[in-house]
């Protein structure tokens, strides 16, 4: 079975991007198992010198649920014009392991705000590429969601947002196949 893993950028539980992911992988097709990383804000600081075989037990299991997944889905907010340092500090943790290397990722930048977040999907754009990952260019989309599209539920009920948001998806589907 192909298999999807969801990353959300932020420590925020009821962030515009974790809704944006969960909305996401409802879209995804049958035959593709997806799965969310929720440990970001329990990962320790990078630290060069921790990364041995007996690193902390949230990086081995980061670095677990990224090998097992057939592609990965990114969806982080901008702070301060660039990458949380929350989500870098995952991304950091992820070079070293070779665990993204030639796997097919993608990203949806729902950022509504006048920079559209550019500087956090550039700087994303970046990282992937020190990491080796297979970036599939239909699978990265800026979709602009507000809050008001998030309905009670934490999902986006907006058909024309769905079906962006099942494009990507599927572009990053076929892209396991």
Same mark, same amino acid.
């Given at each position: 079975?192909?298999?999807?893993?969801?990353?959300?950028? +932020?420590?925020?539980?009821?962030?515009?991007?974790?809704?944006?992911?969960?909305?996401?992988?409802?879209?995804?097709?049958?035959? &593709?198992?997806?799965? +969310?990383?929720?440990?970001?804000?329990?990962?320790?600081?990078?630290?060069?010198?921790?990364?041995?075989?007996?690193?902390?037990?949230?990086?081995?299991?980061?670095?677990?649920?990224?090998?097992?997944?057939?592609?990965?889905?990114? #969806?982080?907010?901008?702070?301060?014009?660039?990458?949380?340092?929350?989500?870098?500090?995952?991304?950091?943790?992820?070079?070293?392991?070779?665990?993204?290397?030639?796997?097919?990722?993608?990203?949806?930048? #729902?950022?509504?705000?006048?920079?559209?977040?550019?500087?956090?999907?550039?700087?994303?754009?970046?990282?992937?590429?020190?990491?080796? +990952?297979?970036? &599939?260019?239909?699978? #990265?989309?800026?979709?602009?969601?507000?809050?008001?599209?998030?309905?009670?539920?934490?999902?986006?009920?907006?058909?024309?947002?769905?079906?962006?948001?099942?494009?990507?998806?599927?572009?990053?589907?076929?892209?396991?196949?």
């Amino acid at each position: 079975m192909r298999s999807l893993l969801l990353i959300c950028g +932020s420590v925020r539980p009821g962030s515009t991007n974790a809704a944006v992911l969960r909305t996401a992988g409802l879209l995804a097709a049958e035959d &593709v198992a997806v799965t +969310s990383y929720d440990e970001l804000a329990s990962l320790p600081h990078f630290n060069p010198d921790d990364d041995t075989d007996s690193r902390p037990a949230a990086v081995v299991r980061l670095r677990a649920q990224l090998a097992e997944a057939g592609a990965l889905l990114f #969806c982080t907010p901008e702070y301060a014009g660039a990458l949380p340092g929350s989500f870098k500090n995952l991304l950091d943790w992820s070079v070293g392991g070779g665990e993204m290397s030639g796997k097919p990722v993608g990203w949806i930048n #729902c950022s509504w705000g006048p920079t559209g977040a550019a500087g956090a999907y550039a700087e994303l754009r970046t990282v992937l590429t020190y990491t080796d +990952s297979v970036i &599939v260019e239909p699978g #990265c989309a800026q979709v602009p969601v507000t809050r008001a599209d998030v309905g009670a539920d934490g999902l986006v009920h907006d058909p024309a947002i769905r079906a962006r948001l099942a494009d990507v998806v599927t572009a990053l589907a076929a892209a396991l196949s």
